[in-house]
């Protein structure tokens, strides 16, 4: 059964930093493209960043250059490292699979103020 626990947000300002961390219990985690979603309220649940099975990524547009995805496969953990974060970065990071996703976690909520 498929475990993820997200971890690591928080009230920051803006300008401000956060490290997102996410435990996957996956069976052959390291086979699988995994990936950060957000959540705003109001709003449907949209990848931001993913990283493949060759340590490639990609993001979306609104947080290039500003969020970092990595993983450590020894650990079974996937990271998400946010700078110069915006107000509209608010918002519940779920980790999961990049497709076909797995069970959701509960999520970690990241407040930005203004």
């Known amino acids: 059964q498929v475990r993820l626990v997200e971890s690591g947000g928080g009230l920051v300002q803006a300008g401000g930093s956060l490290r997102l961390s996410c435990a996957a219990s996956v069976r052959r985690f390291s086979s699988y493209a995994m990936g950060w979603y957000r959540q705003a309220s109001g709003k449907q649940r949209e990848l931001v960043a993913s990283?493949?099975?060759?340590?490639?990524?990609t993001y979306v547009d609104s947080v290039k250059g500003r969020f970092t995805i990595s993983r450590d496969n020894a650990k079974n953990t996937v990271y998400l490292q946010m700078n110069s974060l915006k107000p509209e970065d608010t918002g519940v990071y779920y980790c999961n699979k990049v497709a076909p996703v797995e069970a959701w976690g509960q999520g970690t909520l990241v407040t930005v103020s203004s």
């Open positions: 990283v493949y099975l060759d340590g490639s990524t």
